[in-house]
């Protein structure tokens, strides 16, 4: 069993900046496909950044965010700047014991409870 545990949302102007971590309980951390997905009222999560040995990014959020791990310490973050409105959601740390990274939230059995991101105007 893995636990997940998202920090670091809250509101922000756009422009601005904010970092989310997550802490991942388990022995076998650094085997872990890690993401962060995001879901806006209304919509399916979606895919926004994931690391394994390679990092992949959402085309939206591309040269603006920056995903990273930690394996001694069991932690993932999502560095976030030049926020924009549309980029206001809850986002979710989520954890794959697949090898690689994948776009398909079905894929990631284990989630966290997510931390809300505001971007205002």
């Known amino acids: 069993q893995v636990q997940l545990v998202e920090s670091g949302g809250g509101l922000v102007q756009a422009g601005g900046s904010l970092r989310l971590s997550c802490a991942a309980s388990g022995r076998f951390f650094s085997t872990y496909a890690m993401a962060w997905f995001r879901r806006v009222p209304g919509s399916e999560r979606e895919f926004v950044a994931g690391?394994?040995?390679?990092?992949y990014y959402a085309d939206s959020v591309k040269g603006r965010f920056t995903i990273s791990r930690d394996n001694a310490n069991n932690t993932v973050t999502l560095q976030m700047n030049n926020l924009k409105p549309d980029d206001t959601a809850v986002y979710y740390c989520a954890a794959s014991l697949l090898s690689l990274v994948t776009v398909h939230r079905e894929r990631y059995r284990y989630w966290g409870q997510g931390t809300q991101v505001t971007v205002s105007s």
């Open positions: 690391i394994r040995g390679s990092v």
